[in-house]
């Protein structure tokens, strides 16, 4: 199941980049088109803002081959050699572009500056303005198009060349004010706008590379005392030690550190690691992957069920029905131990013996431990439904009724189970009652049962709170049994 649905991932990670890519290409030919026109333009009549400007857009049309060539790496699953997959590829794409954006402010500047001290002349055309009002249209519907699905793609590429774009709209403004300022006469204005083009493309530049250098530097993508209450809330979690992000944001990683009762199973371990794992990702929109690590949390009280389990456990045996119970010498563990059913007497007391002394090792405060021996029963027992079993069953009911009729008992079964049968009833008690209070409730009914009726070996009574608020007094107790003689 796990290798279906990585194989899915990977499906939907190629799909993505092959819309990426799609999406980039479309964009490239419109920026290489009005690349050339302003700068064979501005190149004829003079004006540095207009060339300054169609550099600005062919490195537009340059990032947005590096982006094609970057989301074709990206895509690539995870191997040896990249074991957290090529998604980096990606980022460093966008990096390239930020770099690149510096290079060409730089080349501007150059010519900013020597034009300032020399001076030159500009002549302004109608063409001049058609190219200028032109660009800007296809600049505001590629802004709009590539933030559309970098947002519904989740890329940053996308949404990195959107923001570049964004600025060439301004940037094309301020050559049109320069082209009119140019027409008037005041032709220093040029240069002026061409220094701004400057500033608005450093910006820029400087904006994309901070966000990438974060991503590649390991900045924490996610807030860590908002990860940290949310592992906190899930049960078994004692204390949130450390918690780690990373990533872009619609592929983080985290790593989280909790502590747990050193004598849990691996089995309960992993399912509190699941439960973090899907509560986080629940909560933070971008996780992709939650790997959870575990500390004993040795400083608090000891749990007896947890450690008594842990213990059997390492034996191979199952246990059930651990009770403390405070004597003149101290506290005694009282359980039932299942074994095999297949072992002898002399192996099942070796093994239990076995469990008594690692238990006393693990609790050293207790002054002993009980065993009750029991065969494993590995195959569910068949509901019985003779004459003799409906009986006992039936029988059994009328006591619980007896002791507390207003708990609503119903979905009674039995079965057959070693010596005699196995009874399980379920009943209704009041919500707001403490567990203590419905076990004893519980105890006495099955108590009574097995005193009354020797027959019935094993007595399982399920206390739950009323499924209505106010439940019909009147409701049959027993109408999902199917009486059968």
């Known amino acids: 199941m796990s290798t279906e649905l990585s194989a899915q991932s990977n499906q939907r990670e190629r799909e993505r980049y092959q819309q990426v890519r799609r999406v980039l290409g479309h964009v490239l030919w419109l920026n290489l088109l009005v690349a050339l026109a302003k700068v064979i333009v501005g190149a004829t009549t003079g004006a540095l803002s207009m060339v300054a400007d169609g550099f600005h857009s062919a490195l537009d049309a340059s990032s947005n081959i590096i982006g094609i060539v970057g989301t074709a790496l990206a895509q690539r699953p995870a191997d040896d050699s990249h074991p957290y997959g090529h998604r980096r590829f990606e980022t460093m794409a ?17 010519e900013a500056i020597g034009r300032l001290s020399g001076g030159a002349a500009v002549e302004v055309t109608p063409i001049s303005f058609a190219v200028m009002f032109g660009t800007i249209v296809i600049n505001v519907i590629v802004v709009i198009y590539e933030s559309t699905n970098g947002k519904r793609l989740h890329s940053e590429l996308l949404l990195a060349d959107a923001s570049q774009t964004r600025v060439d709209v ?14 008037l006469g005041f032709v220093w204005v040029d240069t002026v706008m061409a220094l701004l083009i400057v500033v608005l493309i450093g910006r820029a530049a400087l904006g994309i590379l901070w966000q990438t250098t974060q991503i590649l530097v390991d900045a924490a993508a996610v807030d860590p005392a908002a990860i940290s209450m949310v592992a906190k809330a899930v049960p078994g979690v004692d204390s949130v030690l450390r918690v780690r992000s990373r990533g872009p944001s619609d592929t983080i990683m985290t790593d989280i550190d909790v502590q747990i009762q050193p004598a849990m199973t691996a089995d309960h371990a992993s399912a509190i690691a699941t439960e973090i794992e899907d509560r986080v990702k629940a909560a933070f929109s971008g996780v992709s992957e939650v790997q959870v690590h575990f500390a004993p949390h040795r400083d608090s009280p000891k749990d007896f069920i947890l450690e008594t389990r842990a213990a059997a456990d ?18 005694v563990l009282e359980m039932h131990v299942e074994v095999p059913p297949t072992l002898t007497l002399a192996a099942a007391h070796k093994l239990v013996s076995e469990l008594e002394k690692r238990v006393q090792k693990a609790l050293p405060e207790i002054n002993g431990v009980l065993t009750h021996i029991e065969p ?30 207003d708990a609503h008992w119903h979905d009674a079964t039995i079965r057959l189970a070693m010596g005699g049968y196995a009874l399980t009833i379920h009943c209704w008690l009041p919500g707001g009652l403490s567990v203590q209070e419905a076990h004893e409730i519980a105890e006495q009914v099955e108590t009574q049962i097995r005193a009354a009726l020797p027959q019935i070996q094993r007595v399982t009574i399920h206390t739950e709170p009323p499924e209505d608020p106010e439940p019909d007094s009147e409701a049959p107790v027993n109408d999902d049994i199917v009486l059968s003689e």
């Open 94 to 110: 966008t990096l390239t572009i930020g770099i690149g954006l510096l290079l060409v402010a730089w080349e501007i500047l150059k």
């Open 314 to 331: 390492a034996l191979g045996l199952s246990v059930h029905e651990i009770t403390q119970i405070v004597t003149g010498d101290g506290l």
């Open 170 to 183: 301004f940037v094309s403004l301020s050559v049109i004010v320069s082209l009119i300022a140019s027409a």
């Open 376 to 405: 494993a029963n590995s195959q569910p027992g068949a509901v019985m439904h003779t004459t003799k079993a409906t009986l006992q069953r039936d029988q059994a009911l009328s006591i619980a009724q007896g002791l507390y009729p």
